[in-house]
């Protein structure tokens, strides 16, 4: 066997081994990097071991233990995959956040894990901080990425005040 091949297991059975522990946290001690951050976290939000292993083929870990370090409250696969889903979407939910319903705007706060019975206050909240948004002096020239990720922050907001448990 050769070496890299040897070391790519052992890494690999080191993380397994870290992501068979990512349950067992004290509550506050912060996200497991390899399971809870980075692009694992988003393809595999519920699938520990396959994060891990996606995490380390793709940079070896590094972006998700940025992000752990960096900026922790990132780290859930529930809000990596609604970025993600805004991301891609954005256009789409901009015109259905203008006509007050739509379905794309209903998967995002689904991801969000807004119930269907706070979804139209959700909407509502969501449509009124945009209207905020998009009439801000310069909004029209921002690029497209930084469109979409004032309209998570508007929604991440809306949800807070509307879906609350």
């Given amino acids: 066997m050769s070496i890299r091949k040897t070391f790519l297991i052992g890494a690999l059975a080191a993380l397994c081994s870290v992501a068979a522990q990512a349950n067992d946290k004290a509550p506050g001690s912060g996200p497991n990097p390899y399971v809870d951050c980075g692009i694992g976290a988003a393809l595999f939000p519920t699938v520990g071991w396959a994060a891990v292993t996606s995490n380390v083929i793709w940079d070896a870990g590094t972006t998700a233990v940025t992000s752990a370090t960096m900026s922790p409250q990132t780290c859930s696969g529930k809000k990596v995959a609604t970025a993600l889903f805004i991301r891609d979407s954005y ?4 015109e259905e956040t203008a ?10 706060l689904n991801l969000f894990e807004c119930s269907a019975a706070q979804q139209g206050a959700a909407m509502v909240a969501t449509r009124e901080a945009m209207g905020a948004v998009v009439t801000q002096p310069g909004f029209n020239a921002l690029p497209r990425l930084d469109k979409a990720a004032r309209f998570y922050g508007a929604m991440e907001g809306a949800v807070a005040k509307s879906c609350a448990a």
Avoid: F
């Fill in 99 to 108: 006509q007050g319903q739509g379905e794309h705007l209903a998967t995002a």
């Fill in 91 to 94: 256009e789409r939910l901009a």
